[in-house]
């Protein structure tokens, strides 16, 4: 019986997973993502962001390999991939995280993760500037709404700009949001050799090898009072919004279509909002809602118009 499971569990690692399980999957990484932020809020009132995100990276590298171990996922990348290995580690595991940790420090949970998923907005308008897409009609009209969002929740009666943390804080997530823009207009340009699952681990042990030698530099030995309050937010931070997650993004984008998943994450500040709202009694005023619907809705137009384009490239050969 035992090996049997350990059978099943080995072709759900290896393989595609059906349509059902897969959407299944999705739901749980947009929560996962979502839940994440006010988690990681709470973290970092006991540790400094380097090593919250470093404690939760080498947990997350631990549930990875028990996770990949069974699969054939665990093999020797290709020097012609250490590129990404890199540009994933450093741009979105460690300054994306690092910096997200930092910033929520100083900004409420939920309108930290409204800024930190302005990331489309960012790669819609610096991929037509690379070289790399041509503006269309909905991608333009969804920067501009996801810009109109962004000074919505970036207004004086939302942020107070005599508050230099909070300006700090709000600045962090943007640049967060900007440095995982970077690393996904790289991504789309890399001329991969190994699958994402297979390369994930080993963006993992580098961005959890960067973080703890930071960590141990700057804010030398972590001190913390742990309780089981303390481990219980790591354990979540680390095997469910990080490791889980990824494995399961990983497998859902083998199974449902780029346009499915890039219209389905719009959700993920969203359930950060009410999980801010529920866990932290965080208000969700007007500001934060009209600007959360801008940002969505103008990520929804910029994902289509790039869906349309592709199309369109498509039909011309």
Known sequence: MLFGRLDC????AMNSVSPRAAVGLFLIVVLAWGVN??????????????WTSAIRSW??????????????????PDRRDIPVILSVA????????????AGVRFLPASKAIVLGYTTPLWVAIAAPLLGQDTLTAPKVAGALLGLM????????????????????????????????????????AHRWIGSPLQLLIWQLLVATIVLTGAAVVVDGP??????????????????????????????????????TTALGTTGTPLVGIAS??????????????????????????????????RRQATASG
């Open 276 to 309: 801010a709202a529920i866990l932290l009694g965080e208000p969700i005023d007007i500001s934060l809602a009209v600007a959360a619907a801008l940002i969505v809705t103008g990520i929804a137009l910029a994902t289509l118009g790039d869906r349309l384009l």
């Open 59 to 76: 947990i997350a590298l631990a549930a990875l390999f028990v996770i990949l171990k069974p699969s054939n996922n665990l093999v020797i």
């Open 149 to 188: 969002g962004l000074a919505v929740i970036l207004n004086p009666a939302s942020i107070d700009w005599t508050n230099t943390d909070v300006v700090l804080g709000a600045g962090m997530v943007i640049l967060a949001a900007i440095s995982w823009a970077a690393n996904i207009i790289y991504i789309r």
């Open 90 to 101: 450093l741009l979105h595991m460690t300054v994306f995280s690092v910096l997200v940790a």
């Open 222 to 259: 972590p001190h913390a009072e742990w309780s089981w309050r303390l481990v219980a937010l790591f354990l979540y931070s680390g095997l469910i919004g990080t490791a889980l997650a990824y494995w399961a993004m990983s497998m859902v984008n083998k199974s449902i279509s780029a346009l």
């Open 9 to 12: 569990f080995k072709d759900f």
């Open 37 to 50: 932020w006010t988690i990681t809020k709470q973290l970092v009132q006991f540790l400094p962001p380097l």
